[in-house]
């Protein structure tokens, strides 16, 4: 099981980002999957999660500025990220949700004026 996350960068408050996530070794269609983050000096925490159904959830935190989504034909997820603050600052991954296994080496994310 692997998973390689890209999009990261240093954004200004309010800009946007959209990251992506390649996920190998299962079966893609068969799994929820979410986007979590660790911000510095805190544990990481979940962001959001897709499930099969494409059923979407959100932290309160990001609800109305970030999206979820999948393409089962790609092994990818996206994470749209709208609106962005300085605490959403973190590096962020992907996994199976609820996670499992390895992490990948994730991605920066940097809001900062």
């Known amino acids: 099981v692997q998973f390689v996350e890209s999009g990261g960068g240093l954004v200004q408050p309010g800009g946007s980002l959209r990251l992506s996530c390649a996920a190998s070794g299962f079966t893609f269609s068969n799994f929820a999957m979410g986007w979590y983050r660790q911000a510095p000096g805190k544990q990481r925490e979940w962001v959001a999660s897709?499930?099969?159904?494409?059923?979407?959830g959100y932290v309160d935190s990001v609800k109305g500025r970030f999206a979820i989504s999948r393409d089962t034909a790609k092994n990818t997820m996206y994470l749209q990220m709208n609106s962005l603050k300085p605490e959403d600052t973190a590096i962020y991954y992907c996994n199976i949700h609820p996670p499992w296994g390895n992490w990948g080496q994730g991605t920066q994310v940097s809001v900062s004026s």
């Open positions: 897709i499930q099969t159904s494409s059923n979407t």
